[in-house]
């Protein structure tokens, strides 16, 4: 079985689809069989960033039933290691495909052979991103320094957990209803932590508060952020992860820190991953360590109980090899 990446970011044009590009090749160019999967349905540009054309079948096809299986969909890349889907290949309306879609599309894609399978998300919070997002607990965001990244990478976490819980509640059961109404009386001003709204269904409900409580320290996603100006950048992380802990009652797991690298452009323009044609630039450079912390998380024997990484020290140790 592969080991899943989703990546989302909750806004647009932060670098989902760069970093989930450049990470794949930096994980194929260390062995591992690799495949990049298009999942940005309405949005999908993997493959002109991978210098392919886009009349290969792909997922459009597969929900039009045109297909009747994924695997036949992979195709190869011309990077060593590296495979890849396509997205929805200009079928229109394939984004509001319906849930057993998605339950059979997620259940299909964690059976494709290979190391590693890199889902490239869409923006935005809506169900189906979060659901592909949620297929594990420590799927990758990226933001950028900016506070507009910042705020919606947290709405996009907030939806995140608010799944995550309505998910441990049956349908239509009292613990389901009273989240619900919790979230609604959140839009009304009252700004419960999900930590109180545990609080609240554990007294109505003994037992199943906590029980989901526990399940939400199993959820560590992991942030990556890109476009990377100054050694001030580590306040905007560390501005999202107490948001984070006191409002959703989470960790994150900062892995990298990816500088604004004027390589991407050249590298889109000449529709091949930066990684490839500037292996020695300091994108590609500084995706290394987060490529191999990556390796290395599924390798040690138990991911929780690692310390999450300090955010501050990544940015800092960035900037002293690099200078400011
Ligand atoms: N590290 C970087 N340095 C310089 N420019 C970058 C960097 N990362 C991304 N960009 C620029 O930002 C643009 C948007 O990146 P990308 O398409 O990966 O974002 P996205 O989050 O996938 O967007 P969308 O939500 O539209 O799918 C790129 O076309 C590139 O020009
Ligand atoms: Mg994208």
Do not use: W
Request: hydrophobic letters at 40%.
């Amino acid at each position: 079985m592969s080991v899943i990446i989703p990546v989302a970011g909750g806004k647009g044009g932060v670098g989902k689809s760069v970093l989930s590009l450049n990470l794949s090749v930096a994980l194929a160019s260390q062995c591992k069989q690799t495949i990049l999967c298009d999942l940005d349905f309405g949005g999908a540009n993997l493959h002109t960033m991978l210098g392919l054309k886009n009349n290969q079948n792909g997922l459009g096809h597969y929900i039009n039933k045109l297909v009747s299986d994924i695997p036949s969909l992979v195709q190869s890349t011309g990077i060593p290691n590296l495979h890849f889907i396509a997205g929805d290949c200009l079928f229109p309306g394939v984004a509001n495909m319906d849930f057993f879609t998605k339950q059979k599309i997620i259940r299909e894609l964690q059976k494709l052979e290979c190391d590693y399978l890199i889902l490239d998300l869409g923006a935005g919070s809506t169900h189906n991103v979060v659901d592909f997002f949620l297929v594990v607990d420590n799927g990758i965001i990226v933001v950028t320094p900016e506070i507009t990244s910042i705020l919606n990478a947290y709405s996009f976490l907030k939806s995140v957990v608010y799944r995550f819980c309505y998910r441990q509640f049956a349908p239509k059961s009292a613990g389901r209803q009273i989240l619900h109404n919790s979230i609604l009386q959140r839009l009304e001003g009252k700004d419960f932590s999900f930590h109180q709204i545990m609080q609240v269904i554990e007294t109505t409900l003994p037992g199943e508060g906590y029980e989901c409580l526990k399940g939400m320290q199993q959820l560590k996603p992991r942030i990556i952020m890109n476009m990377g100006r100054n050694i001030q950048n580590s306040e905007m992380g560390k501005r999202l992860q107490q948001l984070a802990q006191n409002k959703l009652s989470i960790d994150l797991d900062f892995i990298g820190y990816l500088p604004y690298d004027e390589c991407i452009q050249y590298s889109i323009a000449q529709r091949q991953p930066a990684a490839v044609l500037y292996p020695q630039s300091l994108f590609a450079q500084s995706l290394i360590p987060v490529s191999k912390r990556i390796i290395s998380a599924q390798t040690t024997a138990s991911r929780l109980h690692d310390a999450p990484e300090d955010f501050d020290d990544i940015v800092k140790e960035f900037y002293s090899q690099h200078g400011n």
